[in-house]
């Protein structure tokens, strides 16, 4: 069965985006690094050749690890461009969203898309709830969002009760529509769940 439309409601109002998700195995993944890897900038040309304006930078090209004249140099050829960068980041401790925090300002993302985990971090519902709770006072003051990936070790409701007991205007929910396979939860499953919470959409065909 193949899963290629799904309702969008009329008030969500989307923009085309590519994301360094979408070229994975041309920019590398665990066990496998292309001998010439896509770059940051060659990804901002590829958007701006096919008129894209939004460009989404998650963990697998982790912007932290740029010095800061890269990171210069970055925003200046999206600005260049007439790009918006979006950033993302896994791991949702403390210490991290506060780093990458300071990096969407750099950017001036609307929002730090976020895995919850990493290999070595697993909080549980009660932990990420005090996390966001400490998080909150700084994103509120940058006027930046945190939005959760519904990555497959948490069901749709946990998500949303994360949301709701830490505060929905300024988190929100980065819906991926295959992830929640994980959880045994099919995207429609997922949608009536979290689309009201949906800030960042990632659409992807999959099949099964």
Not at 173 to 178: E, Y
Request: aromatic fraction near 12%.
């Amino acid at each position: 069965m193949a899963v290629t439309d799904f309702y969008i409601p009329k008030w969500l109002r989307l923009q085309l985006g590519l994301s360094t998700y979408s070229f994975p195995w041309a920019i590398g993944v665990s066990g496998y690094k292309p001998s010439n890897p896509l770059s940051a900038t060659h990804l901002l040309q590829y958007a701006h050749a096919k008129d894209i304006r939004y460009v989404q930078f998650g963990d697998n090209m982790p912007l932290h690890t740029f010095s800061q004249d890269q990171l210069k140099q970055l925003k200046e050829a999206a600005d260049n461009f007439n790009i918006n960068i979006e950033v993302g980041t896994r791991r949702l401790s403390i210490e991290n969203m506060l780093l990458y925090l300071a990096i969407a300002q750099k950017f001036t993302s609307p929002f730090l898309r976020v895995v919850i985990d990493d290999a070595e971090f697993h909080p549980n519902e009660k932990e990420v709830i005090e996390t966001i709770k400490t998080l909150l006072p700084h994103f509120q003051k940058a006027g930046v969002c945190i939005a959760i990936e519904n990555h497959d070790r948490f069901p749709a409701t946990t998500f949303q009760r994360i949301i709701e007991q830490t505060d929905p205007m300024l988190v929100g929910v980065c819906l991926d529509t295959a992830n929640s396979l994980g959880a045994n939860e099919g995207v429609s499953e997922v949608l009536q769940v979290l689309a009201p919470y949906t800030v960042n959409l990632q659409y992807k065909r999959y099949y099964y």
